[in-house]
């Protein structure tokens, strides 16, 4: 007979596991440098999935007839180095599809924005459609291998309906990107590429060419955590029912995700011999590509791009547009023009500058102000239209640019795991309100040993920037908002550890016979009372207290508990109408915005609510705005990302308008912050 483990001993497995897993991952942050497997062995993993309008014009026979030739195009095309698969998604069980297929299948080509995690698998989405005689094919890419996205989906059209697959072939042709792996090293401009299955076929000139320009990605390894598991019914609380039998908690798992390494191109110098050819780097900023974790390596993929003429415009960091004639902007077809008089010069007309000739693929800027130096930009071709670059007109305002994006990528990364950390402190309510204490205890040491590995992250490259800016001799203190982000999380740490340590206490107090079952509910309360407090619930909190004086039994524990009674319910005392309605605002609707437009709308009504609050010295309201903050921050960052990597004039636009109303929000909060932060 098969013995199943107890769920003490599942339990115990599962954390043990998890923490080898997460020391692994910690040891690997201490190593020097990084060895990343280029795959030169594995073949590529196609997925195509083919989404088809309802329209008689799309026959079955069409239909099969089209997922056939793709097939037979591409593998005929990679033979040796790929395994396809290509699909009609309404013939296919959409809950076996990738993450990738599955973001299609629920919101289209723009269910691809942000997909970044590596599975191993290129997933090419297709759309086609008919209209007033007219056959359009929409394609968009995602590459598994290095995390890239195409930034806009393709399309093309055609009329004749016996010229689809043709037409198809050519889109995925020009748009298969191949993948590299490479090593950069600081002060090199050299490198060598090394492709995924290169060692599987020795066709690569027909894919890579002299001249051919790769974007970069950049490779990371992060934890994932796993959301939190089902828990057996109450009315079930073993779990007898095969329903609601216990499932622990799936450890968190370690991913690959690929950002894109802005204003950094590959361009091939060598033709490509056994999987493997030279290159040179192009970069707007320098060192833009660190070696240190949680970094792991650097991919490239080759993009699709043309010979053109090049058509540039400038807009500032508020989204418009930069007509000075004082701009002076060079262009050079090999290298970067290295003073304002080389290479070739380009016009302005209306606001876009325009080159004279045609470049191949790749065109090299440089962007002066009389003789100084503003930017280097280089600058792909993927189709003959106008490509927009931002900018600040002043000496060196790249560099100064790139540690201002170093900064706010910081500062992301450190609210997103307050945010993290503040769904812990929720879960283990949670949890622990339901009576499970130990799952609780188990699922906290697990997140707390992933939130102090990427704190101390944070905490180091905090440091490194730090060092940078006083290197630079930078004016000002630029850090002030991560630094204040980053002692509240350092302190979240200290309050997660303490609450787990005495969980822990109480847990096992539980087979300790000499304590009293009344002594143990008292303790169990105080700290339940103590972590409402911390999460601002004071109402609950003001509850619980209620209930502890009321089952203490000696005077001195009375008075005790009376006194912070007493001390809390005089602070969260309504003073009068107007600070009633700040305080509802703060914890009704604050928490809920989540658009630009909505945190646009309550801006105002924030700054009131907060000033009254100041004013009436309502510090425990401000605990519940700091707590949520995060929240808002990151929803409004996100969706100001999206913007920003719009290349749609709307999307322009709606840039323009509500880049300071983010920075606004992000101003606003630290003034909070700092204000509670301060000594009563």
């Known amino acids: 007979m098969i013995m199943m483990p107890s769920k003490q001993q599942l339990n115990c497995r599962i954390i043990c596991s998890s923490l080898i897993m997460i020391s692994i991952y910690l040891i690997g942050f201490k190593q020097n440098g990084y060895s990343f497997d280029a795959e030169s062995k594995t073949p590529y993993q196609i997925l195509v999935l083919i989404q088809f309008p309802v329209d008689d014009h799309f026959t079955p026979f069409l239909r099969k007839e089209l997922l056939r030739q793709t097939h037979h195009q591409l593998q005929a095309a990679m033979k040796g180095?790929?395994?396809?698969?290509?699909?009609?998604?309404?013939?296919?069980?959409?809950?076996?599809?990738?993450?990738?297929?599955?973001?299609?299948?629920?919101?289209?080509?723009?269910?691809?924005?942000?997909?970044?995690?590596?599975?191993?698998?290129?997933?090419?989405?297709?759309?086609?459609?008919?209209?007033?005689?007219?056959?359009?094919?929409?394609?968009?890419?995602?590459?598994?291998?290095?995390?890239?996205?195409?930034?806009?989906?393709?399309?093309?059209?055609?009329?004749?309906?016996?010229?689809?697959?043709?037409?198809?072939?050519?889109?995925?042709?020009?748009?298969?990107?191949?993948?590299?792996?490479?090593?950069?090293?600081?002060?090199?401009?050299?490198?060598?590429?090394?492709?995924?299955?290169?060692?599987?076929?020795?066709?690569?000139?027909?894919?890579?060419?002299?001249?051919?320009?790769?974007?970069?990605?950049?490779?990371?390894?992060?934890?994932?955590?796993?959301?939190?598991?089902?828990?057996?019914?109450?009315?079930?609380?073993?779990?007898?029912?095969?329903?609601?039998?216990?499932?622990?908690?799936?450890?968190?798992?370690?991913?690959?995700?690929?950002?894109?390494?802005?204003?950094?191109?590959?361009?091939?110098?060598?033709e490509v011999k056994q999987g493997i050819c030279e290159a040179e780097i192009f970069e707007r900023y320098n060192n833009s590509m660190p070696v240190r974790k949680p970094v792991i390596g650097y991919r490239c993929i080759k993009l699709g791009a043309i010979q053109s003429n090049?058509?540039?415009?400038?807009?500032?960091?508020?989204?418009?547009?930069?007509?000075?004639?004082?701009?002076?902007?060079?262009?050079?077809?090999?290298?970067?023009?290295?003073?304002?008089?080389?290479?070739?010069?380009?016009?302005?007309?209306?606001?876009?500058?325009?080159?004279?000739?045609?470049?191949?693929?790749?065109a090299c800027i440089r962007v002066s102000l009389g003789e100084k130096l503003v930017a280097q930009i280089p600058i792909e071709l993927l189709e003959d239209s106008v490509n927009t670059r931002q900018l600040r007109l002043e000496a060196n305002a790249d560099q100064k640019a790139r540690i201002d994006q170093l900064r706010r990528d910081l500062l992301y990364q450190i609210v997103d795991l307050r945010r993290l950390q503040n769904g812990v402190f929720r879960e283990l309510i949670a949890m622990e309100t339901a009576g499970e204490r130990q799952d609780a205890l188990q699922r906290g040491k697990l997140s707390y040993a992933s939130l102090e590995i990427e704190s101390n992250l944070a905490k180091e490259e905090f440091t490194r920037l730090q060092q940078k800016l006083i290197q630079e001799k930078t004016p000002g203190n630029p850090l002030a908002d991560c630094d204040q982000h980053l002692q509240l999380l350092l302190k979240g740490q200290q309050d997660l550890k303490k609450h787990l340590e005495d969980l822990e206490t109480i847990i096992k107090a539980d087979n300790d016979p000499s304590i009293v079952a009344k002594r143990k509910k008292i303790q169990e309360d105080v700290r339940q009372a103590e972590l409402l407090l911390q999460q601002g619930e004071f109402e609950k909190a003001l509850a619980k207290y209620k209930e502890i004086i009321a089952e203490v039994e000696d005077n001195a524990g009375k008075e005790k508990f009376q006194k912070i009674y007493d001390q809390i319910q005089e602070s969260w005392k309504v003073k009068d109408e107007e600070h009633q309605q700040a305080r509802k605002f703060f914890l009704e609707v604050w928490p809920k915005l989540s658009t630009l437009v909505e945190i646009e709308t309550n801006l105002p009504l924030a700054k009131k609510s907060f000033a009254k609050c100041k004013a009436v010295k309502d510090r425990l309201t401000l605990i519940r705005f700091i707590q949520t903050a995060p929240e808002v921050l990151a929803k409004a960052t996100e969706e100001i990302t999206r913007l920003s990597e719009s290349t749609e004039e709307d999307g322009q636009t709606k840039l323009m308008k509500y880049k300071p109303v983010v920075d606004e929000l992000d101003q606003f909060i630290k003034e909070v912050t700092l204000f509670f932060q301060q000594k009563q």
């Open 81 to 270: 180095f790929s395994q396809i698969e290509v699909h009609d998604l309404d013939e296919i069980d959409k809950k076996k599809l990738n993450a990738v297929g599955q973001r299609f299948v629920e919101k289209g080509f723009e269910g691809l924005d942000g997909a970044n995690e590596l599975d191993g698998i290129k997933t090419i989405c297709v759309q086609f459609a008919h209209s007033q005689g007219e056959y359009t094919i929409s394609l968009r890419q995602h590459d598994g291998n290095c995390g890239y996205t195409d930034q806009k989906v393709r399309k093309e059209i055609t009329i004749q309906r016996s010229f689809i697959s043709r037409l198809l072939s050519r889109m995925l042709d020009r748009d298969l990107g191949i993948v590299a792996t490479f090593e950069p090293r600081q002060g090199e401009k050299k490198v060598t590429l090394q492709f995924q299955s290169g060692e599987l076929t020795s066709t690569w000139g027909k894919w890579v060419k002299p001249g051919d320009v790769f974007a970069v990605m950049q490779i990371k390894e992060m934890i994932k955590r796993a959301p939190t598991p089902p828990r057996p019914a109450k009315n079930d609380p073993k779990g007898k029912n095969k329903k609601n039998r216990y499932v622990p908690p799936p450890p968190p798992t370690i991913v690959r995700t690929g950002t894109r390494v802005e204003g950094t191109l590959v361009r091939v110098t060598s």
């Open 310 to 362: 090049v058509k540039l415009r400038f807009i500032d960091m508020q989204g418009r547009p930069i007509t000075s004639n004082l701009v002076n902007v060079r262009i050079h077809s090999e290298r970067f023009p290295d003073r304002a008089n080389d290479g070739d010069d380009m016009q302005m007309i209306n606001g876009i500058f325009y080159s004279k000739k045609r470049y191949n693929q790749l």
